[in-house]
């Protein structure tokens, strides 16, 4: 009997050894990588702590990089520590320096091992300064709350000095929510912006941002952390008029004709009218716009068109030809390349180069980036990508729109007025 009850705690302490090491390589055991201070100086300490979420130092094995021996490395200690910001009791390996130089140098990678389990760190870069630094300081300037689907800006500025962030300072992006950055034009710098984040809630979860520890060119500086409340979409008050016109389908509203032209390229359109078919006839017709060189005619006709169609909103195509057309560019400005060698004795070889300086300019010009158009089916849109959220507005059949981003099913548009929604990608008529 004893022997039996030996034997299943020792399998009760394999199953729970097992379960342990599973855990373990299921969740990342590394905290965190600390300085103290953060902007070191030469002759003053400086300590370098590996922070870890094991709170048995004796079964941790750190294999620490070569350091540039500018540093000066003196000692090394580990010790159970509470780890922020959990205050849960971990291990902390602390590495003491005294930096005998000033500069830019970079610490390698740690290797951390526990119970047979290896993770590694990321380079980093520190800057040694020859004298005590005092890092600007960052605040953040934003609204009170924030509310699910509406747009919100939150700035980020500085009171003393100018910091420049890179490109990838924002590591850590909060789920649920939709962050656009923006920098500052050399103005807003002047006026102590920083940098501003753009926000739109997906959910009614508080909104954060962890501190953040960022190397400039300067040195290393503070972003402070960041919570606001997020409030639920107030849904909009129906509108006594709303539902009688929801109840005319839009296709019917359309009771003019296709309007009458000259030219038999509009035929396809005039077919696709007639069929009921309102937005996919304009999205032919902008195609053509688009595409033709000479689109005058064409401007003017697709104005009528949609005038037949009951568009309020209206969108100039920006001119972008077809591929042939700038390959026919290309080669005429290659021939009066080789006309201005077989000419440059002459005395009208400038004649050429004009020509070619006009025909490369021609086709920048389908190269330059342009806000994507589309026309839409009529519908209604939402605040946020969510079918169930606060309906924002609604729009007629053939409405063209910029479409801002995409999300998974759904699109971020918005239309001449001003006005953005979110509606299903289905509803677009791309052309």
């Given amino acids: 009997m004893e022997r039996r009850i030996v034997s299943n705690r020792t399998g009760l302490l394999i199953v729970i050894g097992i379960l ?29 702590s590996v922070l870890i979420n094991h709170n048995i130092p004796s079964q941790v094995k750190v294999r620490a990089p070569t350091f540039p021996s500018a540093l000066g490395l003196e ?59 005092t890092p600007p300081i960052l605040r953040w300037n934003t609204p009170q709350y924030l509310t699910v689907g509406v747009k919100s800006i939150l700035t980020l500025t500085v009171q003393n000095g100018s910091v420049s962030l890179p490109q990838s300072f ?98 396809p359109a005039r077919t696709l009218w007639e069929e009921g078919h309102i937005s996919e006839s304009l999205a032919y017709i902008r195609r053509l716009e688009r595409e033709r060189f000479f689109s005058r005619t064409i401007i003017a006709f697709r104005k009528e068109v949609e005038q037949c169609a009951n568009i309020l909103f209206r969108i100039n195509e920006p001119w ?58 009529a519908g209604t849109g939402y605040r946020i990508p969510d079918k169930h959220a606060a309906v924002s507005g609604s729009f007629g059949e053939g409405q063209p729109v910029h479409v801002l981003s995409e999300h998974a099913q759904w699109a971020h548009i918005e239309v001449p007025n001003g006005h953005s929604f979110w509606i299903k990608t289905e509803q677009l008529v791309r052309y």
């Fill in 320 to 377: 972008r030809p077809k591929r042939f057309f700038i390959i026919l560019i290309m080669s005429l400005f290659v021939c009066s390349t080789i006309g201005v060698i077989l000419l440059r004795r002459s005395a009208h070889w400038f004649i050429p180069v004009v020509v070619g300086l006009i025909l490369a300019g021609i086709c920048i010009v389908p190269l330059v980036d342009i806000p994507h158009i589309a026309v839409v089916h």
């Fill in 20 to 48: 342990s090491i599973c855990s373990l390589e299921a969740q990342s055991f590394l905290a965190a990588i600390e300085q103290s201070p953060e902007n070191p100086v030469v002759q003053s300490q400086w300590v370098l």
């Fill in 75 to 133: 000692r090394v200690r580990t010790e159970s520590r509470r780890i922020p910001p959990t205050n849960v009791q971990g291990t902390a390996i602390d590495f003491f320096f005294k930096p005998r130089s000033s500069g830019r140098f970079t610490i390698e990678t740690f290797e951390i091992a526990i119970l047979g389990t290896v993770e590694k760190t990321e380079p980093f870069e520190i800057i040694v300064h020859r004298e005590r630094y």
């Fill in 170 to 267: 924002l590591t850590e992006i909060p789920e649920q929510v939709l962050i656009e950055l923006r920098y500052p034009s050399n103005a807003e710098q002047r006026n102590g912006t920083v940098v501003q984040l753009t926000v739109i809630p997906l959910s009614a979860e508080p909104f954060r941002l962890n501190a953040l520890h960022v190397l400039t060119q300067n040195g290393s500086v503070t972003i402070p952390a960041l919570t606001l409340p997020v409030r639920p979409a107030v849904p909009k008050l129906p509108i006594p008029e709303e539902p009688e016109e929801e109840a005319v389908p839009v296709e019917k509203a359309v009771v003019q004709p296709f309007p009458a032209y000259s030219n038999n390229i509009f035929d």
